[in-house]
């Protein structure tokens, strides 16, 4: 079993770059709206329409590109962990899907998304189910947070659908309830992306902790079997050299003979 907390630090921190990244551009899409609504009225000078317009542009580049490279980043030290956390398992373990079949299950567009519910969800299980055999579970995986990550990506899913395929029910829905179409589906549809990476952050966050507990104590056994196993070498040892003088001490005696 190897250590795998440092792939996921480094897991976390990359999805946590990529969730600020992401609530940034959800800030971005409400200031475009409030911008697009005083350039209509001609509140704003037409220097600072200007300006605002240019940083707009900027700064949507500069987002994108640093998303693009903490995406990839994030996939590829995701995957390390994934194959190592699924390969630790197995040596205490069973599960469903081997590490192998996980990484490639999930590399899959589009489909490997929802399938890698399915992987995380049996990782949880089994990683629970040992816990609970040794008696270490100290707190239950918020399961809540899992379920409601999927729930909200299909979600998620079934709104990027509608708007590609010119779908106008939900436009027409949000409408009716008072809020701009097209701004109110956009809107709708980030905040989502926002809450989706939060929810993951938060189950794969509770789930690393209790694979470093199951690391912390399988290290401690092993160090305790190590020094158990020492101190038993050295009593066989000691045990051994006591019967080495022994036997030295009787045919010392036998080589002398009786005293006359």
Known sequence: MQDNTKRAKRVLFWIKAVLILFVLLWLQFIFVFL??????RNILNPYVSAFLAMFHVVFSLCVGAAM????VFFFIRFLSWLYRAVSNLRILTTTHFSPMSSVLLTCIPFV???????????????????????????????QKFLNAWII???????????????????????????FDGSYGVGLFEKSLLVLIF??????FSSYIKQEQEIFRIHTEELFRRHVDEVIREREIERVANMLRESENAGKAQTQLGPRP
């Open 152 to 178: 909200l990506s299909i979600l998620c899913f079934t709104v990027i659908f509608c708007r590609a395929g010119n779908v106008e029910l939900l436009t027409v829905v949000l409408t009716a309830i008072g």
């Open 112 to 142: 490997g998304y929802f399938l890698h519910y399915l992987i995380f969800n049996d990782m949880v299980k089994s990683q629970e189910k040992y816990m609970q055999q040794r008696g270490i579970l100290k707190e239950r995986f918020p």
């Open 198 to 203: 939060i929810l993951y952050v938060k189950s």
């Open 35 to 40: 911008f697009g609504l005083y350039a209509e």
């Open 68 to 71: 693009f490279l903490s995406a």
